[in-house]
């Protein structure tokens, strides 16, 4: 998205509106842990993934994607998680279990 332009105070024209201040936000928490994986949740994740297994969708995208139904399993993510990147995500992370399995 470009910068904001300064507004005129003229109601027509590219820079119409309001001459405002702009305010400072402070920096939300959110944004900052999106970075920081801790080896902890790390480990807490992978326990609750070992214990309570897979999900159905999930098993039927790993089996797609064994059988090289790329296209098939991402539509099937599509449905399942509501964007594009989620699926990726979940994708990329059901690929890397399964090459995972391949060399043990």
């Not at 400072?24 to 994986?37: F, G, M, V, W």
Request: charged residues 35%.
């Amino acid at each position: 998205m470009a910068a904001p332009v300064a507004k005129s105070g003229i109601i027509y024209g590219a820079n119409a509106g309001h001459i405002t201040a702009r305010r400072e936000l402070k920096a939300r928490a959110s944004n900052a842990k999106s970075n920081n994986k801790s080896k902890h949740n790390a480990f807490v994740r992978s326990l609750i993934r070992e214990v309570s297994g897979f999900a159905p969708y999930e098993r039927r995208m790993m089996e797609l994607l064994k059988n090289s139904r790329d296209k098939r399993a991402r539509k099937l993510g599509k449905k399942r998680l509501g964007t594009m990147r989620r699926t990726k995500r979940k994708v990329d992370e059901l690929s890397a279990i399964l090459v995972a399995a391949r060399r043990h």
